[in-house]
């Protein structure tokens, strides 16, 4: 029943899913039994002549069964799941790649640190839309907005976090399997919204270190700081 779900190629995506069909069961099963209740009054108390219609206040026992009940899987679900938000949102593993994506109408912009590892440097390398990240390896977004609001969304990898001007905010994943994958923005952020798109890159270790050697500028002997850096070319 769940065969729409994108592939999952995320290490935590798994237990992600794992709530995701548990909340979805719950809802379809109350959903059939509120839908079969119904349709089951409907025929039962349909028009018969001479019936008239008779004051009910209720049942008390039954509004305390599900108001309880809700209650309780509203808790369970609540703490069962909070490990994990706690994993994916609050604490991260050390990274092994780091990245900077900046949603813009309507691009993202990618930058990677350079040969050096280090941010705002003369090596940085930046790229609208064009995300290489090697397999296995714990990458974090350091993600931030240069207009409105957007959200960096990639369904396979279950990671979907909003860009939000004026913070910088760290998502991370660790993608297990090579592919190329879609970096839609979910959230709308204005007449080019549906276009803005860019593409997951997962490489093997071997070819994200040739993309490296084919893309990024030659590592220097010392990085020269960021106010002398000569102007960045847009890409
Ligand atoms: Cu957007």
Redesign the pocket.
Same mark, same amino acid.
């Given at each position: 029943m769940l065969d729409w779900l994108p592939e999952n190629v995320s290490t935590y995506g798994g237990r992600i899913d794992f709530f995701f069909y548990v909340i979805y069961y719950i809802t379809a099963g109350v959903f059939f039994l509120v839908a079969g209740a119904m349709i089951y009054f409907l025929v039962k108390y349909r028009h018969r002549e001479g019936r008239r219609a008779v004051y009910s206040h209720g049942n008390t026992t039954l509004e305390w069964i599900w108001t309880s009940a809700t209650t309780v899987a509203m808790l369970v679900l609540a703490l069962v799941s909070k490990p994990l938000w706690g994993e994916i949102k609050q604490s991260r593993p050390a990274p092994d790649v780091q990245v900077r994506v900046a949603?813009k109408?309507?691009n993202w912009q990618i930058v990677y640190p350079g040969p050096d590892a280090q941010f705002d440097t003369a090596d940085d390398y930046q790229i609208d839309n064009d995300l290489h990240v090697p397999v296995d390896a714990v990458v974090h977004v350091h993600l931030s907005s240069l207009d409105?609001i %957007?959200?960096f969304f990639v369904p396979q990898l279950r990671l979907k976090q909003d860009a939000v001007p004026g913070h910088n905010i760290t998502a991370w994943f660790q993608a297990t399997k090579p592919g190329v994958y879609e970096i839609p923005?979910a959230?709308?952020?204005?007449f080019g %919204?549906s276009g803005?798109k860019g593409t997951l890159y997962v490489d093997t270790k071997e070819d994200y270190d040739a993309w490296v050697q084919q893309t990024w500028p030659p590592a220097e002997e010392e990085a020269a700081p960021a106010d002398l850096a000569p102007a960045e070319n847009e890409q």
């Open positions: 949603g109408q309507f409105v %957007h959200s923005c959230e709308l952020c204005g %919204h803005m």
